[in-house]
C-alpha cells in the first residue's frame, strides 16, 4: 500500500488496538457456525479505467480499473467455500471520462460483474451535473439507472414527498440459509441539490432505528450500507446497538482493518475509485460476529482484466478513439496541469494560463492522441474564461492555489508575469476553467469574460 494513503490511515491505528479483539467473542464457545463474505466498494465516481492517482507524496501508476475488479471479484467467488455479497456504497457515476453518458456505462458494467446491491449516493441525484443548468433532469436520470441496474438499490431515508421511498428502503438475503438484511442510506445533504425538492432525506439514525426493529429476529445479520460519511458512521454505530456492519462511503475515507465500535460494529470504507477494493470475512454464530477479518485489496495491473467487461468498457468508448494527433513527448501527471495551464494561454492569447491539480486525472503518453485520452485526463469539461485580475490578486491565486500557471511564477516571494517583475496594481489577463474562476476567493470581484470553448476543446485543437 502506497504512503499516500496514510493520509487518513491514523484513523484506522486510532481504533486498532479495539479491533484486535473479536467482536462478540462471548459466543466463541457456541456449537453452530456459519461464515460470509462482503466484497464492497465505495465512491467509484466514473472511474472504469485504470488511472494514475495522485496522493500527498507519490503517484501510483496504472492502478483501478472496473474490468480487473470484475475479475477480482469473480476470483475470490469462485475461490470461497462461503456466501459472497458484493456491495457499494454509492456514488457510482458523475465524474470520469464518460459522465456526459449519465452513469450507462457504470451500471453496465455493474450488471456484468454482478454486483447484488448498491445504496444511493448524494451523485446519483446529480446525473446531469456536467450540463450547463444542472439540476431539472436528475431525478429522471437516476430514473433510467434504477430500471437499468439488475442488483437491489436501497435507500431507507429518501423519501419522495408525495409518493413514499424511491428505491427499497432495505433488502433480505437468503445467503445460503443466512438471513442477511441490508440497510441503505443516504446523506441528508443531498437536499441541497435543486433535483431533490421534491424529496426528503430522513434523520439517518431514527430511520436506521425503526429498520433494525423491523428485522430484529429476522436475520442472522444486519448492515447499514451508508452513504452519510466516515464520521456519521462512527456516530450511527454507538447509536444503534443493532447494527452489525456499516459499509460507508462518501468521505473516501482509507480504513485498511474494520474499525470495532464498542465491540458490536464494524465500520469500513475503501477509499476511492476503485483503487481497492474491501473484503471482510465474518464467522456468525447466534445472530453475532465471532470473529472477523478485514482489508483492502489493492486493484494494480497484476490482475488480469476480465474480457467480458472490458468489452462492455470499449465499446461505450468506441466513438472516442479516433486518433486526433500525436504527442512527442510524455506529460506525466506531476505536470499535466501547467501543460495545460500553457494550452490556455496560447488559446486564449492572455499573459497568463492558470489549471488546478485537482481535476486532472491522468497524464498523457508519447504517440497517438484520442479524444478518450483527453477526457481522462480531464473528466470536467469546464468551459474556459479570460479573468482580468491585478498582480496582488494573482500572487494571492498562486499562494492559495496548488495548481499549475503559465506566464506567471514567484521568484524570491516576488510575482513574475512574462520575464518582468509584476506589478502589484496593474491589470493583467488570466485563462482558466470558469468553475476556478468563479470559486477562488483570491479572484473575488474580478471581471470574468466568457469564451466559447471549452478544455477539451482547446486541447483537441492544440492537437489538430
Same mark, same amino acid.
Given at each position: ?40 466498494? #465505495?465512491?467509484?465516481? &466514473? ?72 445504496? /444511493? ?55 445460503? &440459509? ?57 456516530? /450511527? ?55 472477523? #477479518? ?68 491522468? &497524464? ?101
Amino acid at each position: 500500500m502506497s504512503y499516500l494513503r496514510f493520509h487518513i490511515k491514523w484513523l484506522s491505528i486510532l481504533c486498532v488496538v479495539v479491533s484486535l479483539c473479536s467482536i462478540g467473542g462471548a459466543y466463541a464457545d457456541q456449537p453452530s457456525y456459519a461464515h460470509l463474505t462482503i466484497l464492497y466498494t #465505495n465512491d467509484i465516481h &466514473g472511474h472504469l479505467f485504470p488511472l494514475d492517482y495522485d496522493g500527498l507524496y507519490t503517484v501510483e501508476t496504472n492502478v483501478g480499473g472496473a474490468a480487473r475488479r470484475a475479475a477480482l471479484i469473480r476470483k475470490i467467488k469462485s475461490e470461497t467455500p462461503n456466501p459472497v455479497i458484493v456491495m457499494d456504497a454509492g456514488d457510482v457515476f458523475a465524474r470520469g471520462p464518460l459522465q456526459d453518458m449519465q452513469g450507462e456505462p457504470d451500471f453496465a458494467v455493474m450488471n456484468a460483474i454482478p454486483y447484488d446491491i448498491m445504496t /444511493l449516493g448524494n451523485h446519483e441525484f446529480d446525473g446531469d451535473a456536467y450540463m450547463d443548468n444542472p439540476g431539472p433532469k436528475g431525478r429522471k436520470i437516476l430514473q433510467k439507472r434504477i430500471e437499468q441496474a439488475k442488483f437491489v438499490i436501497v435507500s431507507a431515508n429518501v423519501v419522495d414527498k408525495e409518493t413514499g421511498h424511491i428505491v427499497e428502503p432495505y433488502h433480505i438475503f437468503d445467503m445460503s &440459509g443466512i438471513k442477511v438484511g441490508v440497510i441503505g442510506l443516504t446523506t441528508p445533504l443531498t437536499a441541497k441539490y435543486r433535483q431533490t425538492s421534491t424529496l426528503s432525506f430522513l434523520d439517518p439514525v431514527e430511520i436506521t432505528k425503526n429498520v433494525v426493529s423491523k428485522l430484529d429476529g429476522k436475520c442472522d445479520l444486519i448492515i447499514a450500507l451508508s452513504h452519510l460519511g466516515f464520521l456519521p458512521d462512527i456516530e /450511527l454505530a454507538y447509536d444503534v446497538p443493532g447494527i452489525n456492519v456499516i459499509i460507508g462511503g462518501d468521505t473516501h475515507t482509507w480504513i485498511f482493518s474494520p474499525i470495532n465500535v464498542e465491540g458490536r460494529t464494524l465500520v469500513c470504507q475503501a477509499g476511492e475509485w476503485g483503487i481497492a477494493m474491501g473484503r471482510l470475512d465474518l464467522t456468525l454464530s447466534d445472530h453475532k460476529i465471532s470473529n472477523y #477479518n478485514g482489508q483492502l485489496i489493492d486493484i494494480d495491473s497484476a490482475i488480469e482484466p476480465a474480457k467480458d467487461v472490458q468489452a462492455i468498457i470499449d465499446n461505450y468508448t468506441k466513438p472516442y478513439t479516433v486518433k486526433i494527433g500525436t504527442l512527442n513527448k510524455d506529460v506525466p501527471l506531476k505536470d499535466a496541469a501547467a501543460w495545460i495551464a500553457r494550452r490556455l494561454q496560447e488559446a486564449a492569447n492572455t499573459d497568463i494560463g492558470f489549471r488546478p491539480k485537482d481535476g486532472i486525472e491522468s &497524464g498523457l503518453e508519447a504517440g497517438p492522441v484520442t479524444e478518450l485520452d483527453l477526457r481522462k485526463m480531464v473528466p470536467w469539461d469546464n468551459k474556459v474564461v479570460i479573468v482580468k485580475a491585478t498582480g496582488t490578486q494573482i500572487k494571492n491565486l498562486m499562494l492559495q492555489s496548488d495548481a499549475g500557471f503559465y506566464g506567471a511564477e514567484l521568484k524570491d516571494g516576488q510575482l513574475y508575469i512574462g520575464n518582468a517583475k509584476a506589478n502589484p496594481k496593474k491589470i493583467y489577463t488570466l485563462a482558466s476553467a470558469d468553475y476556478y474562476a468563479h470559486s477562488s476567493p483570491a479572484l473575488k470581484g474580478t471581471k470574468i469574460k466568457k469564451t466559447n470553448y471549452t478544455i477539451r476543446q482547446i486541447l483537441a485543437d492544440y492537437f489538430k
